[in-house]
């Protein structure tokens, strides 16, 4: 059986109030008495009234509502992330819908007219590109979008990440300062900026220490295809495999550590180090103890909802940034600790 909606007009007869001072007790920022308030909340709880923010929108022209994309959640880094940002626009007044896409460009394309379609205020891509296309409809739709943990520079989007091609090479100076003279890489998804960076920053490092990196394989973000390519990358005998491997995100590390140790009877860090990038809660567990480039996900949270918010409600056209946030080396026992290193020195060093 249908129930009858409750209106604000019935709210305001129950409240002895206009229907003009329901609206602005339900409109964020607007002024009203704290008597008039209690008033109408009162009414509205004993009849059942919620707002239709959606219709709210359509008279206003803002809905307060933020679009958020994620391409997976598997990485632990991510549902961190979406409870940050969640919390910090919440904080502001603003509400977020959650969509899910695949990393393909035409599904994200997709989402993205969707997204558009529920009058969203703005949106942000976590690990997510924009096409030229989706790019040139937002602007002209008015919605400002900003990258999280993904840049490009192309389409002028504002993007916030870590320093990724920095934390890459300090992944490769404390492997050059342990003594280690094989390098592999076990790179992410190909199409990420995040990917590019940080092998980009991990060579840079190699070069300047006169090495070169030793062996190469790719694991996509997806810890599955990063056991299959540590099992390519290990299973050759001990001279002409990695003595260190750089894997480019937690996620795909632990995996890793995974195969080198129960699968192939490998001791790390004895016979082989091994470092990741994000520094998920799981990196600091006993069973891995992983060394990593810290993701300092408050302040790029943060930054984030700044950029966006300072777009939403500001006059001017928006200027893109990128902004990038230097992370930490977290030393930790699946790397050889050259003497004198400590996590406080490569914390407040920067190295």
Known sequence: ??????????????????QSAVSRVFTPGASVSKKTAEK?????????YRPNILARAMVSGRSRIIGLVVAYLE?????????????????RGYHVLIFMASQTAGNIDDVMEEILDYQVDGIILASVALSSDIATRCQQAGVPAVLFNRSQSQHGVTSVTSDNHEGGRKAARLLVAGGHHRMGYIAGWEGASTQRDREAGFRAGLVEAGQSLFAREVGDFNADRARDAARRMFE???????????????????AVMDVLRFELGLSVPHDVSVIGYDDVPPAA?????????????????????????E??????????????????????????????????????EGL
């Not at 990695?242 to 590390?253: K, L, R, T």
């Not at 103890?289 to 302040?299: D, K, P, V």
């Open 1 to 18: 059986m249908m129930v009858e909606k409750v209106t604000s007009i019935q709210v305001a007869e129950r409240a002895g109030v206009s």
């Open 285 to 309: 567990w006993l069973a891995y103890g992983l060394t990593t480039i810290r993701q300092r996900a408050n302040l790029m949270v943060a930054e984030t909802v700044a950029a966006l918010i």
């Open 75 to 91: 990485n632990y880094f991510y549902p961190e992330v979406v409870e940050k940002l969640s919390n910090s626009l919440q904080e």
């Open 40 to 48: 109408v909340r009162k009414a509205a709880k004993e009849l059942g």
């Open 311 to 348: 777009m939403i409600e500001s006059q001017d056209p928006p200027t893109p940034r990128n902004i990038q946030i230097d992370g930490p080396l977290i030393l930790r026992k699946s790397t050889r600790i050259p003497e004198g290193w400590t996590p406080e020195r490569i914390g407040h």
């Open 236 to 254: 050759h005998a001990p001279a002409q495999r990695p003595d260190a491997v750089f894997v480019a995100n937690d996620h795909m590390a632990f």
